[in-house]
């Protein structure tokens, strides 16, 4: 019988876990037997947030946070498993993501790092279930970049056969999954997604983030503004590339806006949802001009302003969520964790080295067993 797997994703957004229980048969599509969603705790998130900066007795606030990231990977799957009914005998493995802190693949020392907060033997423990985690530091070993690793997933669940299509998620970071028609695979960070959006918002109105983009649509974009913003040489950058709050975060914002003083909240609303948008559409049209499809993942696919600006920037492509194609958007990149935790169970390699620019196919992800 094919085994089930669990899939567990806190994003850069920083709004809590998504948990997903999921199998993958050889010759039949995916199941997904249920999905869970755990909030995350305000001082978990500040304290998160606080990480991704500098400061004080970082080595021990990491390692607490770390252990507070596993409790709550650890509550999201006694929920998901209490919704599906099942027991952890059921499942063979569980892949967790982490909570990523830091991002710096191919710097420094030409290695660089990755850090995902994750104690994965307390959530061992805590579950009872073979954890597997940790998944972006082979990559990086081998000359990577580490991310994005969805379009091996990307791939293996929308790709068809002749036709071009590409998968968007838009978490706090937003990535571009390329799928040709020849079945070849390309893929990279687009930019900012949802983070600058949320912090904005949250600043103004105290929100987490701006409903149905209803704020940032309510505002009129302020193209010099814009154009700033996306000379940041990032967007220039060639493929194999990453990125992540270590460069958009809320200085690169202030440093933007201090050359253009005086504008309504709501206006650097829309152009920062204007950004998103215009950045990951100008690179699908650098990129992949002969796509016909784009499915849209994440949080940014709830979002109907941002969607309505995706479908206008990009004129005989249709848009749409990967809801249309059997899969809800909040559940895409956890089902992909459930994936390669199969794949590392299998031993098959989780990356894609045209994506990563790794030296090669590498086996992802640290066991840590049941027992």
Known sequence: MTPWFIGLMSGTSLDGVDA??????ANAPMQVRAHAHRPMPDALRAELLALNRRGDDEVHRAALAANAVAELYAAAVHMLLAEAGAATADIR?????????????????????????????????????????????????????????????????????????????????????????????????????????DHWCERHHGAAFDDDGRWAASGAVR?????????????????????????????????????????????????????????????LQRHAPSTSRLLVCGGGALNGHLMRRLTALLPGIVVG???????????????????????????????RPEVTGARGPRVLGVLHPAC
């Open 20 to 25: 997903v229980l999921a199998r993958f048969p």
């Open 93 to 197: 493995a569980l892949g967790a993501h982490g909570q990523t802190v830091r991002h710096r693949p191919a710097e420094f020392d030409g290695t660089g790092y990755t850090v995902q907060l994750l104690n994965g033997a307390l959530l061992a423990e805590r579950c009872g279930i073979d954890v597997v985690c940790d998944f972006r530091s082979r990559d990086v070993a081998a000359g990577g970049q580490g991310a994005p690793l969805v379009p091996a997933f990307h791939a293996a669940r929308f790709g068809r056969p002749g036709e071009a299509l590409a998968v968007l998620n838009i978490g706090g970071i937003a990535n571009l999954s390329l799928l040709h028609a020849d079945g070849s695979v390309g893929g990279f960070d687009t930019g900012p997604g949802n983070t600058l959006m």
């Open 223 to 283: 193209e010099a503004l814009l154009a700033q913003w996306l000379a940041e040489p990032f967007f220039q950058r060639a493929p194999p590339k990453s990125t992540g709050r270590d460069l958009f975060d809320p200085a690169w914002l202030a440093a933007g806006l201090a050359a253009q003083p005086g504008l309504q909240a709501a206006d650097v609303q829309a152009t920062l949802a204007e950004l998103t948008a215009r950045s990951a559409a100008q690179a």
């Open 321 to 351: 969520s990967t809801a249309e194609a059997g899969l809800p958007p909040l559940q895409v990149e956890a089902a992909a964790f459930a994936w390669l935790a199969q794949a590392f169970v299998e031993r098959r390699p989780g990356n």
